[in-house]
């Protein structure tokens, strides 16, 4: 079985010391190894942003996709080649602006893909604009007198559009954040992780300390039932989207792997040559 070692590579990340981009990375080989996944057992797909090197940094198959398009190419991955695990990792900019459609359908598909989004509030690779999960009143370049827009809040969205796995960590608390990736590779089904990620260079406002000052852990609450929509809604909406652990997860639901005609186990095993598509027709 490999070690979290094995998932390192000799590539030096070049992302700003400090960011919180370095912990998800370790959260992610830990996670890996944890599960008992080999290196050429695991894809990770990312797009693009100061968090999309991430795919570079694994040793393990890698793509780095364009801006927003993280989510299609790794569900591309997983139906060409099922027996991966898919891991697809971006920012708040890639996955919750551009790339917002695909977040949603990825979501009501439910294929067999973790979703882990580097969420720093900000873009950090354009150097420091406001981002669709930047608060109101939020100034940089791209907003000097204040954000005037509305905070997007990713979970609520993620559960309006039928997610069956939706958590959240910060990327300071390693232990909850490798928990959430195992249990997210585990889930069978389109598992959404959110990770506050300080980006320490130009998010001056929402920094390491702010978080632990504003975050609000689960483990406060042990009667929370992660498998109530309707609680998870209220709570989310309570804590103003602060809210970190698994905060949903529906089991009963069958991911898109399990359903698709042709996709099953019996019918892959007649292939013992590259199908075509006449065939693929009459799977
Ligand atoms: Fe991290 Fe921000 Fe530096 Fe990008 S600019 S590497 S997000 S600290
Ligand atoms: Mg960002």
């Known amino acids: 079985m490999a070690t979290f070692k094995e998932f390192r590579n000799n590539v030096k990340p070049n992302w700003c010391p400090g960011c919180g981009d370095f912990s998800i990375q370790a959260a992610i080989q830990r996670a890996a190894a944890n599960v008992g996944l080999e290196p050429e057992g695991l894809a990770v797909i990312s797009g693009i942003g100061c968090s999309g090197r991430i795919s570079g940094y694994i040793n393990a198959y890698g793509f780095h996709g364009i801006h927003g398009r993280v989510l299609p190419i790794a569900q591309g991955v997983k139906l060409a080649n099922r027996e991966l695990t898919v891991i697809a990792s971006g920012g708040d900019g890639d996955g919750f602006a551009i790339g917002m459609g695909h977040t949603v359908h990825a979501i009501r598909r439910n294929l067999n893909v973790t979703y882990i989004v580097m969420d720093n509030?900000?873009?950090?690779?354009?150097?420091?604009?406001?981002?669709?999960?930047?608060?109101?009143?939020?100034?940089?370049?791209?907003?000097?007198?204040?954000?005037?827009?509305?905070?997007?809040?990713?979970?609520?969205?993620?559960?309006?559009?039928?997610?069956?796995?939706?958590?959240?960590?910060?990327?300071?608390?390693?232990?909850?954040?490798?928990?959430?990736?195992?249990?997210?590779?585990?889930?069978?089904?389109?598992?959404?992780?959110?990770?506050?990620?300080?980006?320490?260079?130009?998010?001056?406002?929402?920094?390491?300390d702010w978080f632990k000052e504003n975050i609000v852990n689960l483990e406060q609450f042990p009667d929370y039932d992660p498998t109530n929509r309707v609680v998870a809604m209220n709570k989310i909406m309570e804590t103003n989207g602060m809210l970190t652990g698994l905060i949903y997860q529906n089991t009963t639901r069958k991911s898109y792997e399990d359903l698709i005609t042709g996709f099953k186990p019996e019918a892959l095993a007649k292939q013992d040559h590259m199908i075509t598509p006449d065939e693929f027709q009459k799977l």
């Open 121 to 208: 509030q900000i873009y950090g690779l354009t150097k420091g604009q406001t981002s669709p999960r930047s608060a109101e009143g939020f100034k940089t370049k791209s907003t000097p007198e204040g954000s005037i827009e509305t905070t997007l809040s990713p979970l609520e969205i993620a559960l309006a559009a039928g997610a069956t796995f939706v958590a959240q960590s910060f990327s300071s608390d390693l232990k909850q954040l490798t928990s959430l990736i195992e249990q997210g590779i585990k889930h069978e089904g389109f598992s959404l992780i959110n990770v506050f990620s300080p980006c320490v260079t130009f998010n001056k406002i929402n920094t390491y």
